[in-house]
């Protein structure tokens, strides 16, 4: 079974910069997470997607940050404009169901702002 | 904010057991606790959950206090490879209710 795929697998950019990370989840799960983690930090989540549809996005930073998940597979989160504190990885998982145990994740981005 | 409290680092010998604690002493009737763990440079990996029995699978065995105030995930043989930051997580049995990560234990297992 694919995992959880992501890419790209690093990203160097410049403050004020964009970058955008792609996600491609395990087929037939119908929940999607982007994760933010910062050194040294457990995982933060930012949004849940339920298909194509968000569940949750309350700590997701909606004035530099943007996320879709087109048709509920694929999802795209996007950075504009970087900032340093953006400096970390960015981890997508999926799971079956929101209420299901396991999440799987992927690889990550690890995004250096400088 | 993480309900558990986990050491911030444990050393193991391999072949030995690694006993990992868990504190989550204000844990609700129906909250879980999940076990995951990190390898570094790779997302983070389900190893097992529970509600009040303890449970084994072919990765660990979780073996919870009868008030269920604490934890232990236990790797029976301790292997390099087990070298990760374990994450001791509570999470309620709804489907809103998210995982939340703490700053986890990290396992060294010595050679």
């Known amino acids: 079974e694919a995992g959880v795929a992501q890419s790209p697998r690093y990203k160097i950019i410049e403050k004020r910069q964009s970058v955008a990370f792609w996600c491609n989840p395990i087929s037939g799960h119908a929940t999607l997470y982007w994760y933010q983690q910062i050194l040294g930090q457990g995982p933060k989540l930012l949004i849940q997607f339920q298909n194509n549809g968000v569940v949750d996005d309350s700590q997701l930073p909606k004035d530099r940050f943007s996320a879709e998940r087109l048709k509920g597979v694929d999802s795209t989160l996007k950075i504009q404009p970087a900032k340093l504190e953006d400096s970390a990885v960015y981890l997508c998982?999926?799971?079956?169901?929101?209420?299901?145990?396991?999440?799987?994740f992927g690889p990550g981005t690890r995004l250096t702002v400088t | 904010d993480a309900k558990t409290t986990q050491p911030t680092s444990m050393d193991c010998a391999e072949g030995r057991a690694a006993n990992l604690p868990c504190n989550h002493s204000t844990i609700s009737g129906n909250e879980y606790v999940y076990w995951y763990r990190q390898i570094h440079s790779q997302g983070p990996q389900y190893i097992i959950h529970?509600?009040?029995n303890n449970e084994t699978n072919e990765m660990a065995s979780l073996i919870i206090t009868e008030d269920r105030k604490s934890s232990t995930l236990i790797l029976p043989h301790a292997t390099l490879r087990d070298t990760a930051v374990y994450y001791c997580?509570?999470?309620?049995?709804?489907?809103?209710?998210?995982?939340?990560f703490g700053k986890g234990t990290r396992l060294h297992i010595l050679p």
């Open positions: 997580i509570v999470r309620g049995g709804n489907r809103d209710d998210k995982i939340i």
């Open positions: 529970g509600l009040k």
């Open positions: 998982a999926s799971s079956l169901a929101r209420i299901a145990y396991e999440q799987y």
